[in-house]
């Protein structure tokens, strides 16, 4: 049996028109694109109680971390020849994307390669003080023969630092030693944890600049206002002139009001020497000098 090109029909024996093929091919595509956007989206911290429980105040700090999210930490650790481990981390995004572990801080066994996530960010706490920020990542892989084999969970210390978006993270240590409740302690300096810098302006500054701010107004313009519409020239054009001309005066006269220790009628304390009371004084006084 021959069949010729473009003669088979879909179940139902109706033949897909290309506008129909178009639409369909559209869709597969539209599709496959969601899914590839979804997949390579990250996933973000998620704090530990369901969506509803979380405060405003976890919120506001997750959100206070976003610019460090982007970056990458690691920190090395060697202790003699038994271990040799290159720790990682990320804040509130997964260090390695395509595991789909949820691994916000991992260990990596230099010797054999091995990776042991330390916590998660689905398990995610978080808090804060006056400059510091507390994240906590939980449900890490469990202990072996410490810590009554619970999971692993890792503590970073966030401190502020101005000026540094992110520096020194470094491991400071590993609690083991106890039956429960053990951790792992980083450490690390970002402007992030830093509490908003308010004015530094006293009262008194404030008053200060408002009063030279109204006398350059006054002085600039009262000179346009008498330059341009009176047309004064000159001195003139200094913002009232004749009252500034005669402040020393008053000020003077309210010196003298003020401070004077004596009343005001009182007699001087010496007599002035009138020209009624110097006599004529002879033309030839000096004429013995000369001489002869």
């Known amino acids: 049996m021959r069949v010729s090109r473009g003669s088979l029909l879909p179940a139902g024996g109706r033949r897909m028109s290309p506008p129909c093929h178009t639409s369909a091919l559209l869709l597969v595509f539209v599709a496959l694109a969601v899914a590839g956007a979804e997949q390579s989206e990250e996933r973000s911290c998620d704090v530990v109680g369901d969506e509803s429980s979380e405060s405003q105040t976890e919120r506001a700090l997750l959100k206070k971390l976003e610019p460090l999210s982007h970056m990458r930490f690691n920190v090395t650790v060697e202790k003699g020849k038994t271990e040799n481990y290159v720790y990682n981390f990320r804040v509130c995004r997964e260090v390695n994307s395509t595991s789909h572990d949820f691994g916000g801080l991992v260990q990596t066994d230099r010797q054999n390669g091995k990776t042991t996530v330390i916590g998660r960010i689905n398990e995610t706490q978080v ?115 004749a009252f500034w001309q005669d402040l020393g005066n008053l000020v003077a006269d309210g010196c003298d009001f003020v401070c004077r220790s004596k009343p005001r009628n009182a007699p001087a304390a010496y007599r002035g020497v009138g020209d009624d009371q110097l006599g004529e004084e002879s033309e030839e006084r000096d004429d013995h000098l000369l001489p002869m």
């Open 127 to 241: 808090f804060n003080g006056s400059d510091w920020i507390m994240l906590i990542y939980k449900g890490g892989d469990s202990y072996g023969r410490h810590c009554s084999g619970e999971k692993r969970r890792a503590v970073i210390m966030i401190s502020c630092k101005r000026g540094v978006t992110a520096s020194s993270f470094s491991i400071i240590s590993e609690e083991r030693e106890k039956e429960q409740e053990c951790f792992y302690l980083f450490e690390m300096d970002s402007s992030v944890a830093c509490p908003a810098e308010n004015s530094h302006l006293s009262v008194g500054s404030i008053l200060l600049i408002t009063f030279v701010s109204l006398i350059a107004v006054y002085i600039i313009g009262g000179f346009l206002y008498q330059r341009l519409i009176v047309g004064a020239k000159g001195m003139e054009q200094i913002p009232h002139f």
